[in-house]
């Protein structure tokens, strides 16, 4: 059963313009979200999370949306510059981030220079 | 920042063999410590939550007589993987609650490889 779900496997986007990574959610539990980047062999780094009450945060070139609704959340990354290509996970949590974290499948962003 | 130390990076070991992965929390105290693992091109899952001096708790599906955590310390937990066979073949990572908004900081991960 995959409780957070991102659709896209891969996406490319040109240099200069904006990256929208989507992600969707069953768990009407889940309170806090979370996007990771990851290398291969490598472990994930955090980039930016949003709790629900909020339904914006933004981070320097990264911004997250969450439409609780909809159970669905974005990472906006403007502008996508080379070094941002990687696999962006999405995560969520449970009781503000104090418990385990369930990822998303992830999404291969290429950013073509 | 909080920082968490994972050892090996990778290794390769023969079938039967048991490997030990190690992560210490370098700057912080971490309570709580969290194993991940991922197959190639799929999802980071949660193996097991494990608590400074008391038993792990495993997620549905996970031996845990095959992966033994230990979490003696507040700066360091272990996880065993035992008798080894190819399909423990994967990438293992662990992680620690931080305390704040951020929330986690991950190892970087060992990449275990069984023959």
């Known amino acids: 059963d995959q409780q957070v779900k991102q659709n896209s496997p891969s996406l490319s986007v040109q240099e200069g313009r904006i990256s929208i990574l989507n992600c969707d959610y069953t768990?009407?539990?889940?309170?806090?979200f979370l996007w990771y980047k990851k290398y291969p062999a490598e472990g994930p780094t955090f980039l930016i999370s949003?709790?629900?009450?909020?339904d914006k945060n933004e981070d320097g070139r990264f911004t997250v949306f969450l439409n609780k609704s909809a159970k669905h959340l974005s990472l906006h990354i403007v502008p996508s510059q080379p070094g941002d290509s990687a696999v962006y996970f999405c995560?969520?949590?449970?009781?503000?981030?104090?418990?385990?974290?369930?990822f998303g499948t992830g999404t291969r962003l290429t950013i073509i220079p | 920042g909080a920082v968490v130390s994972q050892h090996p990076s990778w290794v390769i070991c023969k079938s039967g063999t048991s490997v030990k992965i190690e992560c210490r929390s370098l700057d912080f105290q971490a309570t709580t410590m969290f194993w991940y693992r991922q197959f190639p091109k799929q999802s980071l899952m949660l193996m097991a939550t494990?608590?400074?001096?008391?038993?792990?708790?495993?997620e549905q599906g996970v031996e845990k007589d095959k992966f033994l955590i230990n979490h003696a310390s507040l700066t360091l937990s272990t996880l065993t993987v035992t008798s080894a066979h190819p399909e423990d073949s994967s990438f293992y990572i662990c992680?620690?609650?931080?305390?704040?908004?951020?929330?986690?900081?991950f190892g970087s991960g060992t990449r275990l490889t069984v023959v």
């Open positions: 768990n009407s539990m889940f309170d806090y």
């Open positions: 995560a969520a949590s449970v009781n503000f981030g104090n418990e385990k974290l369930t």
């Open positions: 949003i709790s629900s009450i909020k």
């Open positions: 494990s608590n400074e001096g008391s038993k792990a708790t495993y």
């Open positions: 992680s620690a609650h931080i305390g704040n908004l951020n929330g986690y900081t």
